[in-house]
């Protein structure tokens, strides 16, 4: 039987369609709090056949944290696909992410190990990697700098990469993939649902910053064709296409048929906004809408070199364009 870990997140939940799809017998973890019925949501989103695979998945009420519960979880599983994180930007979540993140992903490689798991694959993500300073595509050798302006996410991601290359010299079979910003149907209310939002608002602003995009059936697919090979010890980029984000707005807002952000607005005018907005919220208790680790990254160009896996599994990944189209599809018809 498969494990899936964080089911009922964005990449969680695509994959376990694709697993159920197979035939293979799926579990999947979630929390207390969690939306199970925002997966079958997701799984409406490939037709007539989604609500028969849904009703097969074997749901298991176990946060990554909780030891007891997710050992419960690892009875009679043979591979384990771990998408389970916690994200947040927020300084004020260190505690938490790390809890979440990096504890929570060397519970998962110990109960792999204990229970010896025949391969274990991780979603990590691009902010573990480095950058470059001649601007140079960066690839899975660009190492990370602890020294650089690294979010607290990305710092708890890196640490929780670790934990599994941790588990992987201890004799776990496992392999890592890096994903970039990910497009896909639902969650239209984080990630890169937001920018979709965004864009329905018409707000006329952009930055001169870029990304590196993927789909998410994408990263599904890679899971998969990684899980079933003998592939091991490895980590992959997994990056569609690289855009600054002007073009990116720009593409979004021409399929929504509204005004495209023609704009730019200064990085010092984030930058006074954002101090404004810790203020108020260290006085009032408020959340935070602005930090200055989003500013920073909607401000940098950070593009991706994918060459890896479209070399070592003959991968084409989906054009940008076919995704955007899907996926603003289902953004427009919710």
């Known amino acids: 039987m498969v494990l899936v870990t964080g089911g009922t997140g964005l990449v969680g939940s695509h994959l376990l369609y694709f697993l159920l799809k197979e035939h293979q017998n799926v579990r999947a973890t979630h929390r207390s709090t969690s939306d199970i019925n925002a997966v079958k949501k997701i799984f409406s989103y490939y037709g007539k056949e989604s609500n028969a695979l849904f009703e097969r998945?074997?749901?298991?009420?176990?946060?990554?944290?909780?030891?007891?519960?997710?050992?419960?979880?690892?009875?009679?599983?043979?591979?384990?696909?771990?998408?389970a994180a916690y994200i947040s930007f927020d300084p004020k979540h260190y505690h938490k992410l790390k809890k979440a993140n990096v504890e929570?992903?060397?519970?998962?490689?110990?109960?792999?190990?204990?229970?010896?798991?025949?391969k274990l694959c991780y979603v990590s993500s691009v902010a573990t990697l480095g950058s470059t300073l001649d601007n140079t595509l960066i690839?899975?050798?660009?190492h990370w700098n602890?020294?650089?302006?690294?979010?607290?996410?990305a710092i708890t991601k890196y640490d929780a990469e670790?934990?599994?290359?941790?588990?992987?010299q201890e004799g776990l079979n496992a392999v890592i993939v890096n994903p970039g910003i990910i497009f896909g149907e639902g969650f239209w209310n984080s990630g890169s649902g937001v920018i979709l939002k965004m864009i329905a608002k018409e707000l006329p602003f952009y930055t001169s910053g870029g990304m590196g995009f993927v789909d998410v059936r994408d990263v599904v697919s890679v899971l998969i064709q990684l899980m079933n090979s003998t592939i091991a010890e490895?980590?992959?980029i997994l990056v569609g296409e690289n855009l600054h984000y002007k073009e990116l707005l720009s593409e979004i807002a021409t399929l929504q048929n509204k005004k495209i952000p023609k704009k730019r607005i200064a990085q010092w005018k984030l930058m006074l906004f954002c101090n404004l907005d810790w203020a108020w919220s260290a006085l009032f208790g408020g959340k935070r809408k602005l930090l200055k680790a989003t500013v920073r990254s909607m401000y940098t160009v950070s593009f991706y070199d994918a060459t890896k896996v479209k070399e070592t599994l003959a991968f084409s990944f989906t054009p940008y364009q076919q995704t955007l189209q899907r996926v603003n599809k289902a953004f427009l018809e919710k």
Not at 146 to 153: H, K, L
């Open 234 to 236: 490895e980590r992959f």
């Open 139 to 142: 690839t899975e050798e660009t």
């Open 162 to 168: 670790m934990e599994v290359w941790r588990g992987m």
């Open 104 to 118: 929570g992903t060397a519970n998962v490689v110990n109960l792999c190990l204990s229970n010896s798991i025949e």
């Open 57 to 83: 998945i074997n749901w298991v009420e176990a946060d990554i944290i909780d030891i007891p519960a997710l050992t419960e979880a690892f009875k009679g599983i043979t591979h384990v696909y771990h998408a």
């Open 146 to 153: 602890p020294a650089g302006e690294n979010s607290v996410y």
